[in-house]
């Protein structure tokens, strides 16, 4: 039988998740960033319902303020390489609505 994970346990979860995804970022791995995003999402709902009934005492305050900056100077991290492909992803997508429109207001072209 394993041992509950501790709300500490739980935010370091958090920390090598996001340091995973921020690598994976970095090489350009979009996938596995999704996929462990869909990890992260599931981890922080585990903490929720572990840590609602948690009193944590000064030193352990200290260590969770600790792995939320961990947490957060990873997500930064990852949103920064996100956004210039974001970015692109979006322009790709405008384009093909404007040709979608032209398509729907002219027609296919002809062939000669």
Do not use: F
């Not at 319902?49 to 009193?55: D, L, R, W």
Request: with cysteine.
């Amino acid at each position: 039988m394993s041992t509950p994970l501790t709300v500490l346990d739980h935010y370091e979860q958090i920390a090598l998740i996001t340091e995973n995804m921020l690598a994976a970022a970095r090489h350009d791995e979009w996938g596995d960033v999704l996929r462990l995003g869909q990890t992260y999402c599931e981890s922080v709902e585990r903490l929720r319902e572990a840590g609602a009934q948690s009193v944590l005492d000064d030193a352990e305050r200290a260590s969770r303020h600790n792995l939320l900056v961990r947490i957060l100077e990873n997500d930064a991290g990852t949103r920064d390489l996100a956004m210039p492909q974001l970015a692109r992803l979006s322009e790709l997508l405008g384009r093909m609505k404007r040709q979608q429109s032209l398509l729907q207001a002219y027609g296919p072209p002809r062939r000669s």
